[in-house]
């Protein structure tokens, strides 16, 4: 097992099922034992638990997955293997900015699994910077087909190279939304080296962006740093359940 | 759903089955282990039709025309792995055609709404006489127009390296063999007079895998000459694995020059 399945096993076991299932509880309590959520999730076939605990526990169930992987190759290994139904050969972020994008017909869901690590992703510069903002796209789609609540969870790659928050700013400012505030990096450092640091920087803006799209109740919310061995970084998981006010 | 049960099939389909699974599952292996290697290869030039996908995002002709190239690439290698070689060059010559249409249709949008709404197969917009069986227009004119393309053929000199250089050679060379797989012309048929079942033969892999991965390569050409901007616009990375993995040291150079990168 390398070193990235078993830190994936420990984010399952950790962080990311308990939130799913309280998910599941919160979200839809009159559904007693299987809660039936539809969810989103970027994952590869050769790593992909998440699939078979989120079933085992009965939050989901296969046909109700769908399945997202940047390399066409992958994405049908994961649909003749593993799912119903998964999309793919783009780079998620980008997709998801597109107004036309085949995804967007599938939104919205009840689990968004934003697992930018299972997507081999580039280590270059403002690769953060893309995912956030492919959040926030993510989040912007969920809020205009309706959805109500929803568990996120976010996990990439911390490596040495700084945020760029003004980057961030401005490319969130420039979804535009009535009524709501621009997103305030005041308070954080940029240039941060710290993985420390960022992460309070991500939590901070991933906060507002929820605020953004009137989830203003944030149910619970959680996440796990955990050291890549081979020590070209850390992955970072964030894990959230929302609500809508 | 019903469950799948052979021995519930019907007596020929039954036999056609089994015999089909056998034929297939050898020609598979035989293929896979002796040529595993030179698949790598080509899988690995098809995987970059997902950067162009990425890259193209915005361009409405390009999101529905590459997972089509892509998907014929890919369902050529598994033809060629069950040893249906004709087949796999017909899939070669509808990927070849199609990229050269996406690169006429990303800027003639309207001819790509006629042709993709066309449920009468009415072609009299560019297909007056047989001289003129595609969108583009007769042969291939319409390319050897455009200025990055005119540009890399003088870059490329001789009429043996040009793109569109002569019948025998570049893509108008290769055009002309592969249809001769479509039309069964003489010497391109799937049957061999010895055998009634398609078997794994070297010659013709080694036939079907140098075609592949030329294919690709002037597919590769194609799009950077024609998606110039967005080529230049890629991360260092991408377009170096478009520039070594795709086209690799024949037409580097010249693409490199034409485009002054």
Redo the contacts between chains.
Sequence with gaps: MTDIDSIKNRLIDDLWLSIVKEGGEILYPKRKINKQMKMLTLTRHNNCRELEEFIKNKVTKKELIIGWNRETNEAIRLEVEKLESAKGGYVYEDAIRDSQSEIQDDFPFDILNLDFTSQKPELEDERIEKEILGIENTIKMQSDKGNKGMVLIYTTILTSTPLNLQKIKRESDSIWIQGRDRLSTDGFSSNTMDNNNKIRCIKGILTQIFSKYKYNHIVNIGYLCLELSNGSGDILSIAALLKRS | MVAFKVKDLPVETKKVHESQNIWRRKNWEKTLSENGNDIEKL?DK??L??TW??KL??I?VA?ILI?EI?MDA?VSIHFAGYALYKYAHMSLRSELETALRLVFFSTHSIEFKWWLNDDNNDKDWYSTTSDYPYVWGKRYSYFEHLENIKSFEKKCGDDEKKLFGGKKYGIKGLYTELSEYIHSGRGHFQTRPDRVSPKYDHDQFEIWCYIHEKVQMYIHIMLVLGFAEEFKKM?S?NRNKILDIGIGDDYKEEIKETLGI
Excluded: A, V
């Design positions: 899988i098809i995987r039709f997902d996908k990425t995002l915005k409405d999101k997972p892509f890919y991360s990375t």
